[in-house]
């Protein structure tokens, strides 16, 4: 079995460049399926997930093959309209693939998704956009099939701006009759890199980034070339470490907009950070102290998947930091394995309290989920001796080299088979 083994107390320091976004990425996966052509993705991470999505591309009858650091899809010939349960089991987010498939072939079917590590993660928006574009949607055995002769474009008002539905709400509306208005869409910086995606393939989309999104259908008919935009959560994970560790790290290919809620906590904490076009330097002595409230909302609140990150930074700060997770209804796991570091958090139903400790100890603890295993690498590079973190399969979800990257930036760390 791999771990990773973490032996902290070293500065972070150098220049590293931030891999393309995995939450970027996958819906854009599922709308190559929409262009019968070819798709040729630059800076597609090396991730889990995207290996899962190529499966399902590749089951639903398109070519998927890497070119170096590029991945080319060719979607002439989707055959498929179904997704296995084997498939659907390995990436919870293949659900976006269902407006995707429903418009190329006005079916599909899948399983249900179902709960996740975060606890219960339901899809009745996703489902009731589709409905009101004209899709029949009915469970069967635990299947959901979706059909539709004609799917028309409406408007589709969300009770909550939940990106997953709102991004296939934009997949399908891709393949209706007219225009389809999003209101009260998620505005996160991925639904803006879906848009110039779907775009680039000839699709005639607007508003994404704002809460009202604009979809025209039709055929799209353009192959094209497009670049992922940088991975946020990446980034955060990076800047966090370099927090808590202290030290100087430069990240570039990488927007300090998108970060802003992020990089305005380190700054309260005590670190400098600097952003310009295209990078972000961070400068921390490593003692770092408590910062206000961080509650998680939607972008541009500050990211739920950026709470486990932080709070693993101020694990040794002066004073208490409150966190209030307000996103899902199970996102402490990581709680009890920064505890066995000698963090003292309590928590309480969506509130965790983190009072800084003098040190942290090097331990063998467990990942429960990505963004929590990423939580202990930062928790690692701050501690004292040697930290040996399990089931990193959640980490390789959505970092395409976590130890590479913080290698090259100075820190003590290596793969392990043990
Ligand atoms: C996406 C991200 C995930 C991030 C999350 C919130 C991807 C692949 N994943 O997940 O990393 O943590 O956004 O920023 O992009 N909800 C419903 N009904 C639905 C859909 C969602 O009640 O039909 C609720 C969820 O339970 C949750 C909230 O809406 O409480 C937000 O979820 P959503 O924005 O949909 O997250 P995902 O798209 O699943």
């Not at 408007?155 to 539905?165: H, M, Q, T």
């Not at 467990?366 to 990193?392: F, K, N, P, Q, Y």
Request: with cysteine; hydrophobic share 45%; charged share 20%.
């Amino acid at each position: 079995m791999k771990h990773i083994v973490i032996r902290g107390g070293h500065r972070l320091e150098g220049v590293l460049p931030v891999q393309g976004a995995k939450n970027s990425v996958l819906p854009i996966l599922a709308a190559t399926i929409l262009h019968p052509g070819t798709t040729v993705l630059r800076g597609c991470p090396r991730l889990s997930d995207v290996e899962a999505s190529i499966r399902i591309l590749r089951h639903l009858g398109c070519d998927a093959q890497w070119q170096g650091e590029e991945l080319v899809v060719d979607a002439s010939s989707v055959s498929r309209w179904d997704v296995p349960d084997h498939l659907m089991r390995e990436m919870r987010s293949s659900v976006i693939f269902l407006g995707a498939i429903l418009a190329r072939l006005g079916k599909a079917e899948m399983s249900y998704p179902g709960g996740c590590e975060l606890g219960p993660r339901p899809i009745d928006l996703h489902l009731s956009a589709l409905r009101k574009l004209g899709a029949a949607v009915e469970e069967k055995g635990g299947r959901l099939c979706c059909e539709a002769a004609a799917l028309e474009g409406r408007e589709i008002a969300l009770s909550l701006p939940s990106v997953g539905a709102t991004e296939n709400a934009m997949l399908a509306a891709c393949g209706a009759r007219g225009e389809t208005v999003i209101v009260n869409a998620a505005r996160e910086p991925e639904i803006v890199d879906l848009q110039n995606f779907l775009r680039s393939m000839g699709c005639t989309v607007r508003g994404a980034g704002s809460s009202t999104i604009c979809v025209a259908g039709g055929q799209l008919t353009k192959d094209c070339i497009h670049t992922v935009m940088p991975d946020r959560i990446v980034a955060a994970t990076y800047l966090s470490a370099a927090a808590a560790a202290g030290g100087e790290v430069e990240l570039t290919h990488v927007d300090y907009r998108h970060l802003s809620t992020v990089t305005a906590a380190l700054h309260e904490a005590g670190c400098r950070v600097i952003g310009g076009e295209g990078r972000i330097l961070l400068r921390s002595d490593g003692a770092l102290k408590a910062i206000s409230a961080v509650r998680t909302a939607p972008y541009p609140g500050f990211p739920t998947d950026a709470q486990a990150i932080l709070m693993a930074a101020l694990l040794k700060s002066r004073g208490t930091t409150v966190f209030v997770e307000n996103m899902f209804d199970n996102r402490y796991r990581h709680v009890d394995e920064l505890c066995r570091m000698g963090a003292d958090i309590s928590v309480a139903d969506r509130v965790a309290v983190v009072t800084g400790v003098p040190r942290l100890s090097g331990a063998t603890v467990r990942c429960t989920d990505l963004r929590g295993g990423a939580a202990l690498m930062v928790a690692g590079v701050s501690a004292e001796g040697e930290t040996c973190i399990e089931d990193i399969h959640h980490i390789c979800r959505g970092y395409a080299d976590p130890v590479g990257d913080l290698v090259a930036l100075g820190a003590d760390i290596r793969w392990e088979e043990r």
